[in-house]
């Protein structure tokens, strides 16, 4: 027994990333306070890896409250797979073409588009969906502060992200979504 409720626990679990983040920030400015220019010098550095690492646990933070959809996702040495109940598959990161974030039977799904126009379709909130976060982050070219938006609101028109050098493949994400479920889905022949 520890003593919190259970709503205590779940919220420090959830934001324990971005709580270690603002301490390491106070430590910095604490380093800071000693005065002299290498204590200050080296306090500016802590505030700032740790204004990094706080931008990073609030994006995760936020993922992580999502309701679990069903299907795995892992992330194994450049590539993205899915395991999902009804169709699944994966793509390598050197082959991803373009980014979506989209809608299907109500749940936000990430749409992966390779350069051979296959779509993968994950939901935003399966197991494992938040690795995909920073493995977005470093696609050159990425803004993860569109990212971080488009998952808590409103769906954005077009591709998150192109690869530089390409042209976005499709208009509207009806297009994809069932482009996808044709690739992917195993009941359909």
Aim: aromatic share 8%; glycine share 12%.
């Amino acid at each position: 027994m520890t003593g919190l409720r259970p709503e205590v626990i779940e919220f420090l679990t959830r934001w324990r990333e971005l709580i270690a983040a603002v301490a390491a920030a106070l430590v910095g400015i604490w380093v800071w306070s000693w005065g002299g220019w290498f204590w200050q010098g080296l306090g500016v550095v802590v505030v700032l890896a740790a204004a990094g690492w706080a931008r990073v646990a609030w994006s995760r933070a936020r993922l992580a409250g999502i309701a679990r959809a069903p299907g795995i996702v892992q992330v194994t040495e450049g590539q993205i797979s899915f395991f999902g109940p009804h169709r699944g598959g994966f793509i390598a990161l050197a082959d991803l073409r373009e980014v979506r974030l989209s809608q299907e039977n109500g749940h936000r799904v990430w749409c992966l588009i390779s350069t051979e126009r296959e779509a993968l379709t994950i939901p935003v909130a399966a197991e494992g969906a938040d690795k995909l976060y920073d493995l977005l982050a470093a696609l050159p070219g990425m803004d993860i502060g569109a990212v971080s938006a488009a998952i808590s609101g409103p769906i954005p028109p077009g591709a998150l992200w192109t690869r530089p050098g390409s042209r976005a493949l499709f208009r509207g994400g009806a297009d994809l979504l069932r482009m996808g479920a044709q690739n992917r889905d195993p009941g359909r022949a």
